[in-house]
């Protein structure tokens, strides 16, 4: 059955409803029923009745039954149409009518809908099997296959255009004035939005459900059809379509903040409207760019609420709604105003949330949405978004009205709507009404790049480094655990000398020659004959292996023995050297050899004292850093001198050792913006939120960039992802990082001061972040000493360790000398010594010490400092003038 010939987007395109089938089971239908038929119907149109077709002895029925409608762009069947309203299938039984009947009687018993938004995805055929059916007859179902003749949308416009769906859950805490007693209401809503052929299409959702207090609405629940001629409840639910909720925080309207909790979980339990209703619209590539224009141009698009009483219509007569305008009255008019501009951030494709309904006024609603044209409910306007009322062009008007009486009844109409609204002008604000709804894009308007893409950028800015050769490691390895050994075997013949004559002191003078051989030949003769002297061979054999062949990579036989000989005589004397190294750290303090983490922790020392010169040769004295924290530290440091270009250097090397570190990716980028590379510091910031999307710093660093760059949308988009990655962190109880943790802002404040050069060298247009580091300097320099104490007391009172103890250490123990507390400012002091010894942590014991008239410890404790910083000047202010009884330690 098809329509009179129209216009096609695709001529002769055709949508076909093939080969219905209905099956029962045996227990689903009544033992007298005997014949049915299907009845077809599409947006309010009956497309055909099947054949009266027997119910066979097994329960069903095989129709073979086909009809189908054309579509066009400006017809009632449109692409619009298709996208939003669904075939209704309507299983009838058919009795074979009485002598007295003139007609069959007819019995429906079930309903069942086919969604045909799948037509207009790629898919040509349809095929749904066991389609359920609601109503009288349960467990049944309907087979149905729907096809087109051709694609209902060319390639280009499926891959240029979008599907649009608007989901109206419900409106809480409604105004007192809504009574579900008395005459019956229409609650409807309606949002504007461009569609196909760059033209506005009313979204309208209609007989809403005004439902009294009570249990809150249930979770997951199934969206529904916008259909008005369902008889079957269940057939109203669109298959495979749920509103599932969610938390508070984590929308993106209003009321999503912790204060607002307990008053949405109240407003869900009393008086409400519900509609749960979905509309959806297909937008072509124009209507695509229209939508991100419009959002562009104001973010805050309106949606009308009213209620309008539902008019019944007599037989033979002429109902109020054909009267004309003038007995169609709108009360409550209200408008919400959803924030659409998250949809013009990357990757977004849905909103949803709670937004405040207030008293539709034309001024206010003007002002909102930021143009100048005057607002009216029943003009016709070019469209734009809240100006032409798209719930005032809902009210029907007679066509053959003229253009002189139509504006006249237009303005009538205005006055009285405007005076209904002065009675009832704040009674949505007094009830703080609001609406929850959903609007969710098939593709996201601005599509966000993909993780590749964005690594693939960084490489090519940051090569990676090449792999390091494979025996390097190991062949260092060897040689550490040749050193090991040696020191071990060494300690134990040294051990085995005391056993045998004691030990011999400094004061009792030096031995002779002759005593020193006879003592070495014992020691010989007891190692030979208790066994260990071959023990220490064994125990050193392996160390030995190693080194063969991890540092010479010897692995297989010498092939002359000149060649063997040769190689013999390269080893003997690198082992001899290296067991000199080794022996020449026996019996000194470990802190004596410095190691990458010793040379970090006195660059940070230097940089606290300001001695900059010093800082920077520890910081070069590393060579090699195994990880990028140290490159890190490096170009934070350089960033404190200034040294804009070379901070870059470290960053990225850094970087290239590993390009998935955050930290790293973050840094670049901002030394990217302090030398105004703004492409690249996009790509370091994109990469970083999007390697590791719970990191709040990364969003928060990445809304200071989009704000510097006056892109607000985006900018607004990072700093709410940020804010809801931080509250959902709260929420799970989780440890967040201090600002002093993550930027290594101790008392060095060396990456705090990084934050500062970025907002300096960007013009101060960053205020956010150094706003925030200037004011917690500004607290601990203004605080009380008592305060600092208690704080840093409650520091290191915590189970779990702070992120620089060693600081920790530092301050409390300067806090205790400054207070005269000595013994304690000694046991923080030593305290801090055990775990990282310093120069400045043996300094302040040897204060301390001496502050208590302990000279011998005293001098030890300086002595540690000087052998560790030859070089400071104060540990040489304190030895020379108080110790003088005393050896002094060596000058520089």
Known sequence: VHSKKKTHLFPGSTVSMGYFGICFSCKSIRSDTSSTLVRVEYNGVILGDSSTIQVLPNGTANYNFTTGFEYSPDGPNSLVDIAQKPVLLTVIEASQKQKKQKEEKVLPLGQAVVDLLPLLQEQKVIIVGLLALFLLVPQCGLEVTVHTEKPLLSVSQLSNGNFLSVTLEAAYSVPDTFLPTGPLQNYMACLQVPAVGEKEVPLLFQNGILKPAGEKEPLPRPKKWSLTNIMAPGALNIPNSFIFGGSYEDEDGELNKTQDKEFRIQAESTKRIV??????????PAAVLILQKRIAECQYWPVEVCRMPVVS????KTSKADKGDEDRQIFSHGVAYVNMLPLLCPGVQRIRGAFRVFTYQDSEVLEKVRTGRTVSLTKDRPCTPGISSPLSRAVPNKAQREEKEKSTKEREFNRRVRSIEALCNMQYAEAGTFLVMEIKLDKALVPKRLREE????VKEMIPPRPPLPPRTEGAKKAVEDYHSQVTSIAV???????DLFGKQLPDQGAIDHQTLEEQKRLLNFELNSSGKYFAFKEQLKYAVVKIVREKYLKTTAFET?????AFLSELYVYLVDQMHVALNQVGKNPGTCLVSWQLWLFAHEAEGNKDYKLAALYHQQVKEPPSPPYWLDYGAFCLLLEDNTKAQECFREALSLDPHHVRSLLLCGIVAVVLQHYEEAEIFFEDACCLEPSNVVAWTLSGLFYELQNNNIQAEMAFREAKKQLQAQLRQGED???PNGWWGFH?????????QQAARGAGGACPGLPRHLRKRLRHRRQGTL?????ATERTISFVADAADMHFVYLRLGSIYLEEKEYGKAKQTYLQACKSSPSCLTWLGVGIACYRLEEMGEAEDALSEANALNNRNAEVWAVSVPHLPARECPDSP
């Open 275 to 284: 509609w749960d209703t979905e509309r959806r619209c297909y937008l072509d």
């Open 313 to 316: 219509s007599s037989k033979g």
């Open 454 to 457: 964005l690594t693939k950028r």
């Open 492 to 498: 134990a013949i040294l051990s085995e000398y005391h």
């Open 561 to 565: 023995q000149e060649e063997f000989q």
């Open 736 to 738: 967040l990082p201090a």
């Open 747 to 755: 008392s060095r404040g060396g990456s705090g001061r990084l934050s």
């Open 786 to 790: 008592q305060g600092r104490r208690s």
